[in-house]
């Protein structure tokens, strides 16, 4: 059975820093493409960051460039989003992501985690 459970999630204040961690199981780790995405309130989900099965490249939103660091640990099979300088626009359901490479027929997803940007 496939799992993927976001955590780490929660209130901070604008220029906070979070850091999301996200636990793989029941999948050959090494062999996905790992992203994390998101979805605020009335808006579509969108991609945050991914980040290739062997760490090599990264790619991010524009909206993140800059703040946010996507990594990933093959060992732990974790995948990790550290987010800087937040935005109150950064508020979300932050959602972990596991594509099988290089085909992409297997899609999994974890349950989400709320981060919540406000004063």
């Known amino acids: 059975q496939v799992q993927l459970v976001e955590s780490g999630g929660g209130l901070v204040q604008p220029g906070g820093s979070l850091r999301l961690s996200c636990a793989a199981s029941?999948?050959?780790?090494?062999?996905?493409?790992m992203s994390w995405h998101r979805q605020a309130p009335g808006k579509e989900r969108e991609l945050v960051a991914s980040?290739?099965?062997?760490?090599?490249?990264?790619n991010y939103a524009d909206s993140v460039k800059g703040r946010f660091i996507i990594s990933r640990d093959n060992v732990k099979k974790m995948v990790y989003l550290q987010m800087n300088s937040l935005e109150p626009d950064d508020t979300g359901v932050y959602y972990c992501?596991?594509?099988?490479?290089?085909?992409?027929?297997?899609?999994?997803w974890g349950q989400g985690t709320q981060v919540t940007v406000q004063v």
């Open positions: 992501n596991a594509k099988s490479w290089p085909t992409g027929v297997r899609n999994y």
């Open positions: 980040i290739t099965s062997g760490g090599q490249t990264t």
């Open positions: 029941g999948i050959t780790f090494i062999n996905n493409v």
